[in-house]
């Protein structure tokens, strides 16, 4: 599956704060479903308050009080899952920043946004491929099968069974500090 690296709040504001539009300076093919990801750059208070004033000036003034509520950002994963339906100029979104010119940015439209348990990964830039597991932090013996899968999409597994490491038994989230330190 493939996910786009996003700085917070911009990120957060996707999935939990209805912003329909990634503003970018190129344009892409890939329709379909798309992780979010939110990079390693944590938003500082300045830059929120004044991304909150540039929200207001657009009418978005319930998304920008919600965001400056916001105590901890998820950085440096996977936080949610969104459909990719279009990539346009000149969108009508209030959520669309056309830059200094209309040619200059390319709208992708987001549908349907879900929050996702925060799965630490390293970005890239660009849109990227997300393998469908990864491998688990406690490190594997020998021929066996060492995964762990991601949560994501269409593999949510049900909370009563989490996914589980095949090599140890523990579940992801016994390895969750360990995988930090790993992608750091």
């Known amino acids: 599956m493939r996910a786009l690296s996003i700085w917070q709040p911009w990120a957060w ?59 901890q950002w998820d950085l440096g994963g996977i936080i949610g899952r969104v459909d990719l339906v279009d990539c346009v100029r000149g969108h009508r979104s209030p959520w669309a920043d056309n830059g200094y010119l209309a040619t200059d940015t390319w709208h992708m439209v987001l549908e349907n946004p879900v929050a996702l348990p925060f799965r630490p990964l390293r970005g890239e830039r660009g849109l990227f491929e997300v393998s469908e597991s990864t491998p688990c932090p406690c490190g594997g013996a020998g021929d066996v099968c060492h995964e762990i899968r991601l949560e994501i999409g269409d593999l949510l597994l049900d909370p009563s069974e989490p996914s589980r490491c095949r090599n140890c038994g523990h579940t992801q989230a016994c390895h969750e500090r360990a995988w930090r330190e790993r992608v750091r």
């Not at 300045?46 to 003034?61: C, K, S, V």
């Open 13 to 71: 504001l996707i999935i939990h704060g209805g912003k329909d539009i990634e503003n970018r300076g190129w344009a892409t093919w890939h329709r379909g479903p798309l992780l979010i990801h939110a990079s390693k750059k944590p938003p500082r208070l300045p830059d929120l308050d004044a991304i909150a004033l540039w929200m207001r000036e657009r009418g978005l003034d319930q998304a920008a009080e919600a965001m400056l509520k916001v105590v």
